[in-house]
């Protein structure tokens, strides 16, 4: 079995140089043409010797996933459906803005953590995904973007969320190579601030991805107690709120940005009230004494049938929002894209573990590649 160079961040594509008998430097090219041109043959590698590109041929390949589909939404959100093996696909998001260009990509194929109001904790967690099938997503979008946009070889996504299917501190070992590729400036050089790990609240990863790889964090808070918390996010049982709260603000000792942001969920009678306003403004300005800086991101529910939970009617939603605003807490309400396509939040990918489905779609493309363009009857009627 040849190595998938995919699965390497810079130190790993050194050491297997190294096995080959290549020095550091031939490393840094190799890296430069994978993440930087997207090259997907040694070929292509012009300036590479051809020696180093028949020993390569022989032990390694560069193998991203395959896409299963692509849908692009009204307001330009393009979002991808790829192929993990096993009837399980995963979805990564590209969401354009005026000022930058975001993808949302997933960490695992399904998720263990089992959210009441999430589609993907819904369908259960199936398998990790490797740190290649991770930067995957990014190394495909990137440079399909760059050609469908045209941008002569300009970079196109500027910021990176883990907000898609999966939990990314539950998958901790591919996490930290895939961040160090995006992070490293002969990869896709993004700056730590505009990668966001987003996190249920797994707090002993939360101090380890402190000393590994500190980038920004968001933590789904969605309660402002541990009763209805427990209820919401399983994980809150093992890691209640205040441990969470505390994990933090020692992230914040070495974090990229000033503050944590904290996303919640707006449910309908769940969690909307302004007394759940008051109390989340209570309990992030004054846990441990001196709270945690932080900034507070609205998501209105993105509603699926088997959840049998409502979104929050838009005046709670504002009115929840001034409550923590007047409190002088940061907020914003999360802008939903992508509805069109159900790229939304906790939306993705409804066919984890749904074999048939997958297959279904598979062979439906194929079908529709295949099919003869059918003769205009019209006219002659
Ligand atoms: N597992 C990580 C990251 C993926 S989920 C986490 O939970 O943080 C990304 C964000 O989408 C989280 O804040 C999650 O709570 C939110 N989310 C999940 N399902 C949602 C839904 N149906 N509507 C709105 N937001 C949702
Ligand atoms: Fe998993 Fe995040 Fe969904 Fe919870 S919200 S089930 S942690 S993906």
Redesign the pocket.
Known sequence: MTANLLDFDLEGLAAFCASLGEKRFRATQLFRWIHQKGARDFGQMTDLARSLRDKLEGSARIEGLPVISQHESADGTIKWLFDVGDGNAVEAVFIPEDDRGTLCVSSQAG?A???RF?S??HQGFSRNMSAGEIIAQLWFAEHFLRAHLRTGGERVISNVVMMG???PLQNYAALVPALRIMLDDHGYGLSRRRVTVST?GVVPMIDRLREDCPVALAV?LHAPNDELRDKL?P?NRKYPIAELLDACNRYLERAPRDFITFEYCMLDGVNDSPQHARELARLVQSHGGRGVSCKLNLIPFNPFPASGLVRSPQQRVQAFAKILSDAGIVTTVRKTRGDDIDAAC?QLAGDVKDRTRVDQRIAQQRTVMLKPVPADTTKEA
């Open positions: 998720c953590v089992g959210c999430c993907t904790g299917m999966g939990e249920s789904s996010v994980l906790g």
